[in-house]
Every structure is written in C-alpha cells, then in structure tokens.
DNA sequence: TATTGTTATACTCTATAACTATA
DNA sequence: TATAGTTATAGAGTATAACAATA
C-alpha cells in the first residue's frame, strides 16, 4: 500500500486534535500547558514542580508562569513542604477540580466524535495500540 | 476505561517516531523539512511554490531556505516557468530521487520494527484508522 | 493592479545559565 | 556543597509585513 510516513500521518492527527481542544480550552480560558498540569494533579498531588515537569514532559523553567496563573486564579494549592521548606506540594483545590472536570468531560465528548467516524472494532483496536505505541 | 486523552497520547507518539526519524535523517544530511519536500515532490513535479508550501503544511517564507539548500545540493530543479517567469517549476533531479528512495526505505522500515509490536490484527486496523482520521 | 517569490523583521516558544533560599 | 525553585537571557522556529519581479 502507497501511504504516507507514519510520522506524517500521526503528526497529522496530533494537529487535527489540538484544533479541536483548542477552542473548548479557550472557552475556559485555560492554556493547553495549564490544563496538562490540571490533568496530571488530577491524578494525585504532587511533590515538587520539577518532578510534575518531567511527568508531563515539559522543562521546570516554562511551568513556572503557568503554576503562578493557576495558584493566582485559585485552582491550586502551591506550598512549602514543611519537612523541607525547598520543595513546593501540589494540588488541586475544589475549584480546579472542578474546572478540570468540565474541560476533560468536553474534549472526551469532542474526541469520541470523531473516533465514531471508524468501524467499533477498528475503534477499539486503534486506541488500544495507540496506548501500546505511546509509552511515557 | 481511564486513558490519557487522545491528543496526549497521539502528540506522545508523534515524538517518539520523530525521535526515530531524526537519526536516519540526519545521517544523510537531511533535515525533516527538507525530508517533506523530497516527499511531497516524489509524487510529481509541483508547479509553484506556494501550492508546494500548502501542501506539506508549511509557510511559504519557511520554504525559501529548505529548497535554496536543496537546489545547492542539486537534489532538486528549480526553474522558471517559460509561460510565466513568476512561477518556479520544481521537481527531483535522479540524484534527489536517489537520496528520498534510500531515506525512505530506511524509515519504513524503523516504521515497521515499531508496529510489529502489535498483532497482526490490530497493526491492520491501527494504520487503516490513523489514514482516515488524518486527512490532509 | 494582482500574484509569485524573496527578504527583513518581529514574535512565540523553548532551553541555558545565573541567582536565591533552603538543606 | 548540593538541591528546589526562580529569574534573566539567548536561541530556534515560526509568522507578519514589506519589497522586487513579472503578469
């Protein structure tokens, strides 16, 4: 079969997501990097920023201005560990898991739109070896 | 069943097979635009720059230096259009084609190493989705 | 006057290095 | 002295706007 790159193709894709969420994002006036942390604190808190950069594959230096916009507008709590006043704890508060609730359950929706363009089993296998291929 | 977002794990991907591109290209002395330019006019000569810029998702201005490299290399034709001199007809010359076949060929294959991860089955389904939710 | 290609410039994003505070 | 976080700066990549040639 005479197909494009594999890389062209998912390069492609990624584009075409990012097109989608970005309007759902902006309606919440949440940053795509913002919401990545939102995500990420979603799952747990967090013990220091460098160690949340790394997980979410951004450099310690650029998540700086976007701890100080989220903690500024009240979506997460930014302290001093007491045991070792260097490190910052990190978590959402009510209010930014809230605001990660929305946005998440509204890029699903966007997302599984366009997923029911394909057949259900090709649905099924394409999500399954897209985890498979994309390792942390 | 709790996945990372679509886009998330798509942009993951999309580094991971950029990360394995990079070296085979580089080996050659060819960066990735360049790369997208042999491509694109693997599939025929192109009939000015701008539809060729459009075409593989680039700026015109971005171009400029991609194909002033690539002529100096004589890898491609770069030449006036008789019928009318503000246009650039563009197109492989043998070398060229020589250097996108090889490149190709050895990125197919880094390609195919990574899919044969998964069964059958789903590499099937897994390339077959990831044309039709791509379009150009 | 409109269009293709080119150049110059500005802007955004990202990474590097230096600095502060805590240990 | 070493580490977490922060700030300042520089670099790459990209887009915007002005320009030259041709129609």
Known sequence: MNRDDLAVLTFRLSRR??????????RHGVPMWSYA???ALSEGPTRSQA???TAIGADKTRLIPVLDDLQRRGLISREPDP???RVRLLSLTESGQRIHGT???EIRA???ALLSDLPQADREAFV?????LSPR
């Open 17 to 26: 997501l990012l097109a989608i969420e970005q309007p759902i994002l902006d």
């Open 37 to 39: 942390v939102l995500t």
């Open 51 to 53: 160690s949340l950069a």
């Open 83 to 85: 045991t070792d006043r």
């Open 103 to 105: 946005i998440h359950t």
């Open 110 to 112: 966007a997302e599984n």
């Open 128 to 132: 399954r070896s897209l985890i498979r």
